[in-house]
């Protein structure tokens, strides 16, 4: 008794386990879903944050001069300040080597005994340029490098000069400046100055050998005919080709490359038809250096650039970002490689903005009251203020600011582009380049390709569907039902294959062909119907009716090969010996071997099975009594399909149809190899496109995990999710409405 | 005819048309395939014409057919051919002319009414090379250690050469690999111990004598490898081409040398099986546009069964809790939602969760951890044969539930009554009554599944598909079956050969053959499975009666 309980419970627990480990097993399969959705969430979710900013770390520093600049290493663990007195003085941000956070670690003179400074000009991130009370002139890096000592990590700062210690000899007639900037790659370095007696001066050095190896240099001298009293703000873009000089509101480019004349283009006045004018108060220069913005008093920010017009090249307004409502902007700080920039009003509030995204990213007060010196780190990834003899360091959070919704949506004005336009680029060959994701092109190519596909498959799908259900003999469908279903078991990489190496030459040979078969197949049924309509009845029973689609099998052949054999005839004739020519230059449309025609076909058959199997489910299983009814009532077998076998089985219909469009935007290898993967936006049937799937897989193994490249495939690949997810919920939906309307009739 | 078109009957015709077409296009893509992959093994005849050019110089072009065309004669008029201007259009053949070294394209278009004379000389050989592709011509002279020797001896020699190079491809693969492998994982034990902190001087030179006996080892066979070299390099083979020049060909570039136009049907047969024998065995070559696609094969198969291991307990057991267990509320209705979207879930997005969570998340989580030592080199923080196994064991669950749904869902209820009655529990029933007899259903959800997995190219392109895995991912060494590395798949193979080889032209009939390969698999696995759920079927309506 004792043992037949024992087991009896033992069996007990082995049931409830194995109830348990069964339930967990099928919970796992929503677990699965919900995984993916929510990893892919996941990966998403850090673009479309916006910037965070935060304090890292405060110190109080006693300067006993105002500071003029400060900066930061790449770490953040060593910042500067440089000093009216002339003095760049370096703080141990973090404990280490010695010495605690705060700490003063180096400090050195830049200017000679009983000078000072009295102009000090950031030119980008790293490069000051500096002007004593003497009015010599030097520029200076302060620069930074890692050390490792017994494994650990030391920085260790220091000045360099990249154009020589010497005092740099940028007016021949040693006039006192009073504005000054420049640039320099490693051949020469181009300086633009105004000096105290009116005059606007470029002074070329160019060097002996490369400026990375040698400061050695030769000046060259030259006098910019501008004509005016007084110039507020200087610039040099970073590429050496134009200066930007701001005289009140306005402002003036000149082309650098031109070494003859230095003529002015005058960038238009700001803010026209306005009751109250705007004045310009501040000028930067967006990181790539073709960009100027332009700060206001109304508290705004504009970006202007070149853009190729009827009248030649012109600087446009391109966007404008509201900064503040009722302050002006006073300050304008521009990242080294990004094209994100930061605005300061009187009150202290500033902005992060990104220029080619339109994105508002941060607004906030950094420090109470007057700010010294603010500096971006090299990384952007944190900001250093020195105000109030406090130093503050920030930690910038803001990694994907080029990403917006409706940088990825809506037209995007990029650079020296002469309109907003859709673009997909994601990536280039040189540095500089600004990648471009719109996700308009590739899903405008999704959704090509599966029109094309769709078009082609689903006649053919639900004519087949409707035959094999409704008018074929039993014994035929067992056949003919798992022949056609065998296509959706055929690797989509063999079709893709098939579609670009076989398919696609073949088109563009025969492209005449493949016009007549659209005439030849549907007319050689017809004829071969209205031939076995006028048989006499003793051959008729020989080949009843029921075998129509073997006997069209040799009917639908030879009217392929009628087509392809006239093909060339027709090109001579009626193309001039030349399709793809006549359609090139005679129509001036472009031809892609690979095109969307090519895709169409091969996509189709991948998605007939798919629909073709649904399709012929639905209408197979519409009983039985409601077309014996029908027929009872004297309707003809195709007037009972049409009125009442489709009408019943079209939500099945639309399902299968569903599941197929489903199958067709998804699909990846077939897009991938029968076109050419060009992302444009044309629904020419001669011309390819990319798919969101096929741009997944051409892309992701190339891109920097975490990047916003990265992020963005994985948004192309949550759309095709959702998409699909919407589609199939919906068709399975239909799909149970169906059965259940089937099962009560 | 009015009536005719009233009576609706052609419309009927038309829908049949649409029947018609499926299954023209189904029959014929599986018959292009079948054919153009089975004639890659067929030794094609060698041709030599006798032509003139356009600039009336007179040629000699030999090669195989390789294709045929014709284009509209006015596509032609810029070459001011010398030909009957009333045609309007004009034949061409591709010939597939080999001698890669001789000339820049190994592939040529002639015109059919250059051709003077066209023969099947029957002492044109074809010599398959390791390197540099085909060569067609005429043997000169059989050089053995610099003397000229009969003709015949030839054989005799490829066959020579042949052995030596298994040996030397033996020694190379298993012998030296197997060394660096040992030397690989001892570099790797040292610099665990350095990280853990317990290296102890003499064990470092423990390690240390183990390394250098190791390449004791490797130079003694390294020297072996040598003298075998040496040996494969003896003899020569001079050659004939098409315009004269004559090739000497050394032995160890030769894989066999065949008189096509020599054989009959029969040595023709045989040599289209031993053809396609070498196919399935041997190691591709001259990037992956020759030789054979063992690598691929066993890359495939290997991959779907560590996924058949993941996805078959999975599925089953997800289908009973659908069918068995699942009452009929909300959850069931929503995992039944589930099944259908992981389904229609385009395949791509597996293969983005699959690298972006497996192998960067899991994997590179399971590197920090127990990998330490060979960072920054990831070890399965990288795309791998286990993360293919297991993307592709999601992609394929849901084909796993339905197959064994539907077979649960055949099961008379009265077999269930039957058992419960008799005392036993559900689990017990459902291990000894309902899964026997489901079984056959369960095994066709594998097959499907196993087909469906072959077939799928698009998510393995990002977790762990390469076009040429140095290591098979099993192997002679140490854990034998490694887990973490890449792996060649048939339909990979397809897409890399057939649009990313740099000679797409001398490749495709490789991929019509690799393709023919894959779709016999897949076809032959759709049929059985097809076939068992049929008698499946009928054995239940039997039991239903």
Redesign the interface.
Known sequence: MAIASKSANY??V??S???W???L??????F??V??FM??LY?IKPIFESAKVDVTAKFVINEEYKVLATGVDELKEVAYSITEQGKINFYQLVDGDGHKAGEKILSQSLVADGESLTQLINVGQKQKLLIDSAGNVQLIVPSFTANFTSGKRVIIPSIRYPLGKEYLPIDENNATITKLSFAMDDEKAIFVAFTQDNRLIKTTLLAEDDFNYDTAYEVQYQEIDYGAKQVNDILVSSGLSMAFIRQNDQVAVFSLDDEAELKATIIPQLAQNKSTPNHITTMALLSGGSSILLGDDNGSVSQWFEVATDEGREFKEIRRFKVSDNEPVTAIYTEQYRKSFYTETPSGEMGMFYTTSEADLWRGNLHQGNVQALSIAPRADGLVVFSNNELTIFSVKNEHPEVTWQALWQEVWYESYPEPEFIWQSTSGSDDFEAKFSLVPISFGTIKAASYAMMFAV??????????AY??TPGMRRK?K???E??E??????L???A???LAPIIE?YLPAICLLLVF??SS??I???S??RLPRKYKTLVP?TW???I??PA??LAAYAAFALS??L??HLF???VRQYITNDLGISFDQRNALVVGIAMG?AV?PTI?SMAEDAIFSVPRHLTSGSLALGA????T?IKVVLLTASPGIFSAVM?GL??A?????IV??ATGNTPILDWSIFQGMRTL?AN??VE??ESE?GSSHYRI??LA?FV??VF??V???LA?FVRQRLREKYSSL | MNNWFKSGSPWVWLSAGGVSISLISVLGLLGLIAWRGLSYFWPADIYQFEMTDEQGKNLTVIGEIYERESIPASQLVHLNLNIDESAETIERLLIKTGNRELVSLDFRWILVPQINNTSLPAELVVIERRTHGNFYGYIEEVILDGQAVEQNKMLQLVERVSDFQAEMEDLQKSDIGAINYQIERTRLKERKHILDNTLTTQLQQELKDKVVGLKADYSVLEEQLMALREKISRDQIIVRAMDGQKVTINFEDVLQVTFNNKLNVFEKLKMFFSQIGAFVSDDPREANTEGGVFPAIFGTVLMVLLMTVIVSPLGVVAAIYLHEYAGNNALTKLLRIAVINLAGVPSIVYGVFGLGFFVYMVGGSLDDLFYAETLPSPTFGTPGVMWSALTLAILTLPVVIVSTEEGLSRIPSAMRHGSLALGATKAETLWRIILPIASPAIMTGIILAIARAAGEVAPLMLVGVVKMAPNLPLDGNFPFLHLDRKFMHLGFHIYDVGFQSPNVEAARPLVYATALLLVSIIVALNITAVSIRNRLREKYRMLDQ
């Open positions: 069996r007990k082995k049931n386990l194995a109830k480990m069964i339930t097993g099928g919970i796992s399969v929503l699965t879903l995984l993916i990893y892919l990966v006649p053919i799908a639900l004519t087949a569907a409707i035959y094999t008018f074929m003919v798992p022949t056609i065998m296509m078991a055929l690797p989509t990489v063999i893709g294959f098939l670009g190496l076989w040979i197949i549907p049924v017809f071969t119907a209205f076995w309509h009716e129509a689609p073997i069209l099998i639908i052949l060339p005839v090109e001579l001039g010996g030349d058959f007939i073709f003809t077998q195709w007037q399909l599941m489903g199958r935007v998804g699909e990846t290898m991938l190899m799937a997944i897989a992701m193994p995990v495939l994985f690949a095709l999710f699909t997810f589609v199939n919920t399975e």
